[in-house]
């Protein structure tokens, strides 16, 4: 019963919410409202203990729809910067989903997967520039593809490594990524990366539905955030089905005990490269979704920090798990207003050492801090206070 | 005999030697913290950075070079001693990614906290001897007197730690907490202070290694110039096998060697692509390292 009221409290904050965002035309905005209302009542009383018990499919879709659709209407309702910054974290959640598999389903962990992100990044680029006004699906489709056989090439040596080093291979091939692009100058601009030939518009229908757009939102950003949070919605859907899968828990046998695994007939080489081939592509899907938002690409992008800000993102958040890596992605999106805000109020100079270099002391403490007092980060000290709520 | 020492193959053997030595030392700090504390130390090159700068960037440019290479050894041993203590200690018995991710970690707030007292600007480093390549019959050797005491000091750091480990009674204690750490107490050995010490020693070896990379290489010291060196040690250990010092240092010269005639005959940034698939390659076939005895894992 519990649940059934909790339900339905937030299918009314969230009522309350679609009415309050809604979008500029007022007869649109009140249909809205209202089909958000029922739909999110009825996604709540869905999501309830019972069906998650008995239809766990169900459930999973019905929820990914919900966040998608509040994700949706936020777009509409923010201003540019923020639409950016979300369709970045957006972006990061889906490589943070795939770094958080690897690790809680396999036991591995990848420095690599800013490089990952690169080759997904690149490869968007490099396809746009040969190929003006191919589909966008066509598009990321590829770079999810380049990074899953980056992937199965590094991941080889997975099948018989075990400890740190795989996560070393991985670094050498994060600090490497970037003569790794010198090599292929001519087809990645070297240093100075590549420009998009044209930048993603924003469709005729939404081009309809927000006329003008607002002074500070225009349309593409809409459509780009919008993308982004509809591709992460697919990822998180595709992700929690995986986790739940006969594949998934049988990753998961490997990483509590190989040996057991092996006995029960699993094999461990094929398990290994699969899950590392898996993190690798979902790292590229959210590369390439970075070069369609920024319409360009550059090689120091992404760097060794970048996968450094990752493995930070996902631990902070909860390694190997789905709320752990939507809680990283929601940290990444506003962690850059969020430390301009520290700056603003602590009187330090933006441009001086100590500005520039917030983040990386930050997330870096962070990161040491909470695999020292909470290694389930975020999302494991909400569980434990969930399961120890008095109602 | 002039032009056998000035030849494109004898200077790419020098010019990989110098390289290979540094890929050594990391090598060998790698091993000495894999093997006493199961820990692959993501931090080693940050932490040399750190000490680097304080050796070089604390005292004023016009100070010895020697002073500050004292000091920076110094750092070292107090910022591994210190770093054992507190972050590492808390992390034995943990599932193996909890470290890895720790000494990330660690890595970022070093490099970040470097870069916030001494900006990212390059900042160049004193020679003690001059960098200039020595002449013969008129055509360079790839050696420069610089070069020659990199190589030496490598040498002498790498026959000291050997000594400390094969012929002290503290190397003898050293070897066995990383051996068997229940029977060494037992026997009266101060594991925990052993760790603390191997840490210690690591770091400083760690420290001469970022003094002699920051004033060789072009790109001087600056809070990242590590990351590179890192890397290449790492394979180098990785390739030699984590748990061999003897292997780590071997593989490390070869390594170095190898990568200088990639360089020159095909390609400087084909260098890290080779070192890749060499290390795939390596891990594929003996994932335990070159030089170590197997011990296999199966059902």
């Known amino acids: 019963m519990a649940t059934r009221i909790s339900a339905i409290a937030v299918a009314l904050v969230a009522a309350v919410a679609a009415v309050a965002v809604g979008v500029p035309t007022a007869g649109l905005r009140l249909v809205l409202a209202l089909i958000a209302a029922l739909g999110v009542a009825a996604v709540a009383a869905l999501t309830s203990a019972r069906v998650r018990r008995e239809h766990p499919v169900v459930a999973r879709t019905l929820i990914t729809v919900i966040v998608v659709a509040v994700a949706l209407i936020g777009t509409a309702r923010l201003n540019s910067n923020v639409d950016t910054d979300l369709s970045l974290g957006a972006a990061m959640t889906i490589v943070l989903l795939g770094l958080s598999f690897l690790t809680g389903s396999s036991g591995q962990i990848s420095l690599g997967n800013g490089a990952f992100m690169g080759v997904g990044a690149f490869t968007v680029a490099i396809w746009a520039n040969h190929h003006h006004s191919s589909p966008l699906i066509l598009v990321l489709v590829l770079a999810v593809v380049a990074g899953a056989a980056v992937g199965f090439l590094l991941g080889l040596p997975a099948t018989r490594l075990r400890g740190p080093y795989l996560a070393g291979m991985t670094l050498a091939f994060a600090v490497a990524f970037g003569a790794i692009l010198n090599v292929f100058g001519s087809w990645t601009g070297g240093d100075s990366g590549l420009q998009l030939p044209n930048a993603e518009n924003a469709p005729h229908w939404l081009t309809h539905l927000y006329p003008a757009g607002t002074a500070s939102l225009s349309v593409n950003s809409v459509w780009l955030a919008s993308l982004t949070v509809v591709a992460a919605g697919v ?26 695994a092996e006995l029960v007939g699993i094999s461990l080489p094929r398990a290994r490269v699969t899950a590392f081939v898996i993190s690798a592509a979902y790292a590229a899907l959210g590369g390439g979704l970075w070069t369609i938002v920024n319409n360009a690409v550059t090689p120091s992008t992404y760097g060794f920090a970048l996968s450094v800000t990752i493995l930070s993102l996902v631990v902070i958040g909860g390694i190997g798990t789905i709320p752990g890596a939507i809680i990283g992605g929601l940290i990444y999106a506003f962690s850059n207003s969020a430390i301009g805000w520290i700056t603003a109020h602590t009187g330090l100079s933006p441009q001086g050492n100590v500005a520039s270099q917030l983040n990386g002391i930050i997330f870096g403490a962070l990161l040491v801090l909470t695999i020292v007092f909470a290694p389930l980060g975020i999302s494991g000290a909400i569980r434990r206070l969930w399961a120890r709520r008095s109602w | 005999m002039d032009a056998f020492w000035t030849s494109r193959v004898m200077s790419d053997i ?17 091993v000495l913290i894999w093997r006493s504390t199961r820990i692959l130390n993501f931090a080693q090159g940050a932490m040399a950075m750190l000490a680097a700068y304080v050796g070089f960037a604390v005292l004023a440019p016009s100070t010895n070079y020697w ?60 020679t003690p001897f001059s960098i200039i390549d020595w002449q013969l019959a008129g055509r360079p050797v790839a050696m420069s007197p610089f070069a020659l005491y990199e190589v030496i000091t490598a040498i002498v750091v790498m026959v000291v730690v050997a000594v400390v480990f094969q012929f002290t009674s503290l190397g003898l204690q050293l070897r066995a907490a990383a051996l068997n750490p229940e029977v060494s107490r037992l026997l009266g050995v101060r594991v925990t202070r052993m760790l603390t010490l191997g840490w210690m020693l690591a770091s400083g070896v760690g420290a001469v290694t970022a ?45 170095g060697v190898a990568f200088q005639f990639v360089g020159d005959y095909v390609n400087s940034n084909a260098i890290i692509l080779v070192a890749l698939g060499l290390l795939i390659v390596s891990l594929m076939v003996r994932p335990s390292g070159l030089f170590t005895r197997r011990t296999e894992r199966r059902v």
Do not use: H, Q
């Not at chain 1, 990822?235 to 057991?260: E, H, I, T, Y």
């Not at chain 2, 020098?14 to 790698?30: D, F, K, M, P, W």
């Open chain 2, 67 to 126: 002073v500050s290479m004292a000091v920076a050894i110094v750092a070292g041993v107090v910022l591994g001693g210190l770093t054992e203590r507190t972050v590492v200690r808390t992390l034995y018995g943990k599932p193996e990614i909890n470290p890895v991710v720790a000494m990330v970690g660690f890595l970022l707030v070093l490099e970040s906290v470097a870069a916030a007292i001494w900006s990212t600007t390059s900042r160049s480093l004193p």
């Open chain 2, 14 to 30: 020098l010019g990989g030697l110098t390289n290979g030595v540094i890929y050594a030392l990391v090598a060998l700090s790698l």
């Open chain 2, 211 to 255: 003094v002699l990379v920051a004033s060789n290489y072009f790109t001087g010291l600056t809070p990242t110039t590590m990351d590179g060196v890192f890397a290449f040690g790492f394979i180098a250990a990785a390739v030699g096998g984590l748990d061999s010092p003897v292997g780590a240092l071997v593989a490390g010269v070869l390594l």
């Open chain 1, 235 to 260: 990822a998180l859907f595709f992700m929690a089905n995986l986790f739940a899968s006969r594949f998934g828990r049988s990753l998961r046998l490997v990483r509590d005990n190989d040996v057991a």
